[in-house]
Every structure is written in structure tokens, then in C-alpha cells.
């Protein structure tokens, strides 16, 4: 299909990544964090690292909405779907969230709660409108690309009249978490992490353009190339990264300028700005709270506002002890230092988040198979 | 849930609706977030709805800039 194959194409791949062999510096490493569970997906599927020079490392960021959740959140999700008359509508990842005791969503439907999976915003609305005796909640979670629509579910409910539609709003900030990230001891103090660079996200910089990264640039010298989702986009900006490391600059730049604007999309982001107002703070899985980096629904929408609407206690509740998703989502550490990665914790049974959505690390690993032969020769040698 | 394709305007509907083909599979969308598209457009989709015009110029001059790395490999070999 159009667009795609050329993006995918395997020769020209080869070719970049020849290019960028050719021009790394032998006698410097080279750290890059792709901010996006996109990137991490595309570069898992294509074996991205492979082609790589071995001073050139990739780092995992978090952007995974389904792994950064906090399972307390997820808690309050369970707690909602478990009220009578009530039906809790979600993106269909969200479903197997692990929380304590082996509890997920999707147990919950079978136990008799009303849990149904939508593809867009607009179907949970559509659901309310069947319902009218019943409450209908959306579980509404992502970065910057996902909350335009729950913006225009909102919305929508407003101008229909419907009472019976709120929304769990969780949803969070590209930008924020960044600058969390930059700032967090392991960068800073330790050096325990650390970042020459970033891949900038293709579809959350669709609507907030390139230039919310012009900070991270200036402020922390730190170049962040935007990438589109395909292999070949993630190895251009791979070269891009090591370009302006090799020539000392540390700038805002744009592989992804085919779908990516300066200024993002206008539209959305003034229809998010009229619905959503900033939290002052937010927990993330592995970040911790996380000052402004997540959105609440403004008052003068209090009435779709699920959080309003019933009890939803913040719950704080620590992840699986044998988890090691919080370091991963930090960059520490990588899916196979996990002592359960692919044997108790696999996509079919999955005891953290990380392995839970495509764009987490671990199911992004475990999923394209790079550890599953090393995994086979243990189990034979046992 | 951000993995998403560009997709190919094959019709537009009523009510700020597309139908769009992702890789031969027909789905209604919404265009609510984005202007002027015509059929023949290429969009960028997510949970639902068109995020923005796939710019077909500037897609071209990405590959273009693809391209030009095959001339400075060959130039490293000579
Ligand atoms: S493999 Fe499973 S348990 Fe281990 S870090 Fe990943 S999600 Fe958590």
C-alpha cells in the first residue's frame, strides 16, 4: 500500500543503515531513548537494533499509555465496572491490565460486570445513547493523540442532552513526562541513564507539532528528531541524532514532516484546551506523581465527569514485586532483565503492563521472538 | 494503541465521515479534527478519527532524502 511499502523498504534500509556505520564516531557511544512505544514496536518488528552499530544504543522511553497507567487507576476502573447499572467502556488493551490478586478488567466481565471494548470514543457514546437507563462510563486513557476524541465525546454528549455519559479521564502528557525524565536523578545525579538524544513521537507530535521539543533542545541540549512509525523513518532519524551529536548541535528537527507541522493541529488541540485543564500532578507506573503532566475535565463539564460523578479513591497500589516494568519504563533496565520475562509473564498471561499492549517493551520483545530461541535452549537444557 | 497506517479516502459521508481503506479493509472514520479532504486524500488515523493529511510532497521529498544516501554510500566506496 501506498506510503507504507516504501517506508518498509528492506534494500533501502540496509543502505541507511550503512550510512549511519559510516559516519558514527568509533570512539563515543551513542544513547538515543524513543520516547514512543510506537518506535519501540517498529524497532522490535524490524529488528532495528540489529542493523545498528554497537555504540549506538537504543533506550526504551515510556510512552505507552497502557504501561504508564498506575494500577490504583486501574483499581478505580475495576471498582466502576463493578457497579450495578453501570457500563465501563474502553480501548480494548486496557482489558488485560494485571492489578493485585490477578484481577483485570477482563475478569471482571466474566465475573458479570457490564465491561465493553470500543474502537473510538464515538462508539461509547453511541452505547449511552442505546442505554439510556443506564450509567455509561468511558475509561479514557492515552497521550496527546487520544484526547481530541474523548474532547469530542464530551462534547457530543453535551449537545445530545445525554445524562447518563461520563468519562475516567487519564490522560497524560508527552512534554511533561520528558522533562521528568531529563530531570529524574538517574540522568542528572547518577548516570545511570544516559541521554544523548530523542525520537520524538509521530503521532502525539501530529497534534502538538515540532515545537514543544524546542525546551528539551535549548533548556538541556539534547537534539530530539520527530520520526513517522515505519523502519525506515526510525533509522533516517537515527542518522539525523548522530549528525547533529557529531556536529555538536542539539536541535528540534523533523523526519515525520509528511503528517508533523510545527504547530501541530490547531483544531484539536484548541478543542482539548476548552474541555481538559492540567492536573498538578499525576502518578505515572515507574515515573511516580509527575507534576502537570496529565489533564482533567474542566468544571464547567463537571457533569461528564466520572470522578465527579462516583467514588473513585486514589488508591495507591504497588506493582508485582517479580515486575520490573517501573525500572523499564525508566530506561534501567531492559525486558530480559526481568527474571519472568517469557516464562510466568508472556501476552497470554501477562503479570505486568509492559507486556500487555504491542507497544510495550516486554510484549514488543517477547512478541518479535529476539529472546524466545534463548528462552527454548534453557528449557531443553533443563 | 498509537500503531496506526495512513489511509485512503475512498468516500466521504455525512456528518463529517469517511470511509476510508486501511491496506484493502473499509472503515468509517471521522474528520471532525481535520479540513478540506477530498476523496484521493491520504490520512493519518487514530481510535477513530483522521489526525491530519498525509502530505504526499513532503512524503516524496522523504523519500527523495532516502535516496540520496545510496549516492553518498557509493561515494564512500569510490
Ligand atoms: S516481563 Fe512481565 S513482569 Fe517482567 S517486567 Fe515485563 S511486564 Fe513486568
Known sequence: ??????????????????????????????????????????????????????????????GCPVCVLPVGRVENAIQLAQTPELILCTYGDMLRIPTANGMSLLRAKAQGADVRMVYSSEDAIKIAQQNPQQQ????????????????????KAQALGLHNFSVFCNHVLTPSAISHILQSPEVREFGVVSL?????????SVVIGSQPYQYFAEEFQKPVVIAGFEPLDVLQAILMLIRQINAGRAKVENEFTRAVLPQGNIKAQLLVAEVFELRRSFEWRGLGLVPYSALKIKSCYAEYDAEQRFPVPALSIADNKACECGAILRGIKQPQDCKIFGTVCTPENPIGSCMVSSEGACAAYYSYGRFRNRDLCTVQNN | ????????????????????????????????????????????????????????????????????ITTLNNNDIS
Open chain 1, 136 to 155: 455509561v462510563v468511558f475509561f479514557a486513557i492515552g497521550f496527546e493523540t487520544t484526547t481530541p476524541p474523548t474532547a469530542i465525546a464530551i462534547k
Open chain 2, 1 to 68: 494503541m498509537c500503531l496506526a497506517i495512513p489511509a485512503y479516502v475512498e468516500q466521504l459521508i455525512t456528518g463529517d465521515q469517511a470511509i476510508v481503506n486501511l491496506c484493502g479493509v473499509r472503515k468509517e472514520i471521522s474528520l471532525v479534527l481535520v479540513e478540506d479532504i477530498v476523496v484521493g486524500d491520504y490520512i493519518i488515523i487514530h481510535a477513530g478519527y483522521a489526525l491530519q493529511k498525509l502530505d504526499q510532497r513532503e512524503a516524496e521529498r522523504t523519500l527523495a532524502m532516502f535516496a540520496e
Open chain 1, 196 to 204: 544523548d538524544g530523542f525520537i520524538g513521537p509521530a503521532h502525539v
Open chain 1, 1 to 62: 500500500m501506498k506510503y507504507i511499502d516504501e517506508f518498509r523498504e528492506g534494500g533501502m534500509a540496509r543502505k541507511i543503515a550503512a550510512r549511519i556505520a559510516a559516519e558514527v564516531d568509533a570512539r563515543r557511544r551513542y544513547h538515543f531513548m524513543e520516547f514512543c512505544g510506537g518506535h519501540t514496536h517498529a524497532i522490535s518488528r524490524y529488528g532495528l537494533v540489529d542493523m545498528l552499530p554497537d555504540n549506538v544504543q537504543m533506550i526504551h522511553g515510556p
